[in-house]
């Protein structure tokens, strides 16, 4: 054999290989792209708030959540903001580790659960409560915190319901607070005596985004619901409140429509992650056929010019 036959075979094979290495690539990246928005569609029906309506108690029928407790004997209570997605049931174990990572069923889950601070008390007889959920796109756990950013929207939001021990509770909620997840004046459940609980009204007061007037007291028993902001590393949004006997029933109409507006996607893209995933995978073997055919009609096409 030649040189120059030599040095036209290898190329000939290296002209190959690199057509094999690029479709693999794009094959590979095609896989991965399908696998992510399957993963994600997972993650969101994890924690869609829906999952748990066969579980919600009420006063007159708590079975469904007596059934939910059989499966994790940690969900405790029931948390609700009025006319927001957020109506999920609540989890409480020996550490704040073990919900970050799975749900009120008792099973691993990105979308974790939401947890009560595990210094506090279950029967929440603490001066201050403090919950914990992830920050999660389309209003799941307590990602429609982000929300109360709007005045308009803190104005129009202002109850909630909190069920444990039989019966539920409502709640009243009085300022937002923009604090980091170092802050250990605020992150400090269970605060005790009188002058440690007028500073920790403060310190609420002082860290607001926006602050209702509800003549808190030190009698009080506040209520912290924290979550994660998208912008600031290490940043927390708290929706505070007060405990108390007096019930605000919520519009259970409203909430749809506020599901429907606040998801902010487009619903074309909406529609296509909820294709099966079958369909995802002849999509994408459809796509990989149309390759390799324009790269042998190109081949063909530059083997006749060079004959030409």
């Given at each position: 054999?030649?040189l120059?036959?030599?040095?036209?075979k290898?190329?000939?094979?290296?002209?190959?290989?690199?057509d094999?290495?690029?479709?693999?690539?794009?094959?590979?990246?095609?896989?991965?792209?399908?696998y992510?928005?399957?993963?994600?569609?997972?993650?969101?029906?994890?924690?869609d708030s829906?999952?748990?309506?066969a579980?919600?108690?009420?006063?007159?029928?708590?079975?469904?959540?007596?059934e939910?407790?059989?499966?994790?004997s940690?969900?405790?209570?029931?948390?609700?903001v009025?006319?927001?997605?957020?109506?999920y049931?609540?989890?409480?174990?020996?550490n704040?580790?073990?919900?970050?990572?799975?749900?009120?069923?008792?099973?691993h889950?990105?979308?974790?659960?939401i947890?009560?601070?595990?210094?506090?008390?279950?029967?929440?007889?603490?001066?201050?409560?403090?919950?914990?959920?992830?920050?999660?796109?389309?209003?799941?756990?307590?990602?429609?915190?982000?929300n109360?950013?709007?005045?308009?929207?803190?104005?129009e939001?202002?109850?909630?319901?909190?069920?444990?021990?039989?019966?539920?509770?409502?709640?009243?909620?009085?300022?937002?607070?923009?604090?980091?997840?170092?802050?250990?004046?605020?992150?400090?459940?269970?605060?005790?005596?009188?002058?440690?609980?007028?500073?920790?009204?403060?310190?609420?007061?002082?860290?607001?985004?926006?602050?209702?007037?509800?003549?808190?007291?030190?009698?009080?028993?506040?209520?912290?619901?924290?979550?994660?902001?998208k912008?600031?590393?290490?940043?927390?949004?708290?929706?505070?409140?007060?405990?108390?006997?007096?019930?605000?029933?919520?519009?259970?109409?409203d909430?749809?429509?506020?599901v429907?507006?606040?998801?902010?996607?487009?619903?074309?893209?909406?529609?296509?992650?909820?294709?099966?995933m079958?369909?995802?995978?002849?999509?994408?073997?459809?796509?990989?056929?149309?390759?390799?055919v324009?790269?042998?009609?190109?081949?063909?096409k530059?083997?006749?010019?060079?004959?030409?």
């Open positions: 054999m030649t120059e036959a030599f040095g036209n290898a190329v000939r094979v290296l002209d190959r290989t690199t094999v290495i690029i479709e693999m690539t794009i094959f590979v990246l095609l896989l991965f792209g399908v992510s928005l399957w993963d994600s569609k997972q993650v969101y029906q994890e924690a829906a999952n748990y309506t579980y919600r108690p009420d006063v007159e029928n708590s079975a469904g959540f007596e939910l407790q059989t499966m994790n940690e969900v405790f209570a029931w948390l609700t009025n006319d927001t997605p957020i109506d049931p609540v989890t409480q174990t020996n704040n580790e073990k919900y970050i990572n799975t749900n009120a069923e008792g099973q889950s990105l979308s974790g659960s947890f009560l601070d595990y210094r506090n008390s279950s029967d929440f007889d603490d001066f201050n409560s403090i919950f914990y959920g992830h920050h999660m796109e389309q209003d799941m756990m307590f990602g429609s915190l982000s109360f950013t709007d005045k308009t929207y803190f104005d939001h202002s109850y909630g319901n909190l069920y444990f021990n039989g019966r539920n509770h409502g709640i009243e909620f009085f300022a937002l607070v923009r604090t980091n997840a170092y802050d250990s004046q605020i992150f400090r459940p269970a605060v005790t005596g009188e002058e440690e609980k007028k500073a920790y009204i403060d310190e609420i007061i002082s860290n607001a985004v926006y602050y209702r007037e509800t003549n808190i007291t030190t009698d009080d028993q506040i209520i912290l619901l924290s979550t994660c902001t912008s600031i590393t290490y940043g927390r949004y708290l929706l505070v409140g007060t405990l108390s006997d007096e019930l605000h029933l919520q519009q259970k109409e909430v749809v429509s506020a429907k507006i606040d998801l902010g996607i487009d619903r074309h893209l909406e529609k296509m992650i909820c294709l099966p079958w369909v995802w995978w002849i999509i994408l073997v459809l796509l990989i056929a149309a390759l390799i324009v790269k042998i009609c190109w081949g063909r530059i083997s006749r010019e060079k004959r030409g």
